[in-house]
């Protein structure tokens, strides 16, 4: 069974370019997550998503930054006009549907690493 | 979620145990202990989880204290492989999200 899949591995844009970063869940996962790994930091909750909905946007900047989980093929994280403070690390992580979300493991991908010039 | 407390750097030699403690003294009845590592630029592996007994895989095992105010995650042989930033993270109810703290730096020497 794979694990996540993320590709690019690594992202080269100029400032004002777009940024499309792409995943895509463990077999029989329905749900995507995104984080955010600035240089020296930690790990940042940014979006949740089900197949066609996205559950909560709530630690995705407001602009710029959009996701989507189509109803066939990957994830889509995209950054809109990148600057240079989007440099960082994106994960995607899946999970399975679990009755008691408590126990729900989210399974990490390897990673984007979006440089912006 | 409740707050976690972890050693900012730990060392430990090949071949002996790796003890890594953690503190979550707020932690609330159906809140979960998860753990896991990130590798060097790798993405964070999922290591376990528990709710209040101890637990173990093939990874590594993990002792929570009775009244569930701090944990411990053991590789009961570590290797140099094993060297990474290890979280603790609570977790509970509806809530999803992971929170990552800044986590402990595990050292494995030769």
């Known amino acids: 069974n794979a694990g996540v899949m993320q590709n690019p591995r690594h992202l080269v844009r100029r400032r004002g370019q777009e940024a499309r970063l792409r995943c895509s869940p463990m077999k029989g996962h329905s749900h995507v997550y995104w984080y955010r790994q600035l240089p020296e930091e930690g790990l940042k909750f940014m979006v949740y998503?089900?197949?066609?909905?996205?559950?909560?946007e709530s630690g995705m900047p407001k602009e710029r930054f959009s996701a989507e989980f189509p109803k066939e093929g990957p994830s889509i994280l995209r950054i809109q006009q990148v600057v240079r403070g989007d440099s960082a690390a994106y994960f995607c992580?899946?999970?399975?549907?679990?009755?008691?979300?408590?126990?729900?493991?989210?399974?990490f991908g390897p990673g984007t690493r979006l440089l912006v010039l | 979620d409740a707050k976690t407390t972890q050693p900012t750097s730990m060392d430990c030699a090949e071949g002996r145990a790796a003890n890594l403690p953690c503190n979550h003294s707020t932690i609330s009845g159906n809140e979960y202990v998860y753990w896991y590592r990130q590798i060097h630029s790798q993405g964070p592996q999922y290591i376990i989880h528990g709710l209040k007994n101890n637990e173990t895989n093939e990874m590594a095992s993990l002792i929570i204290t009775e009244d569930r105010k701090s944990s411990t995650l053991i590789l009961p042989h570590a290797t140099l492989r094993d060297t990474a930033v290890y979280y603790c993270i609570v977790r509970g109810g509806s809530n999803y999200k992971l929170t990552f703290g800044k986590g402990t730096l595990l050292t494995v020497n030769p």
């Open positions: 998503l089900q197949k066609e909905n996205i559950i909560d």
């Open positions: 992580a899946s999970s399975p549907v679990v009755r008691d979300r408590a126990k729900e493991t989210q399974y």
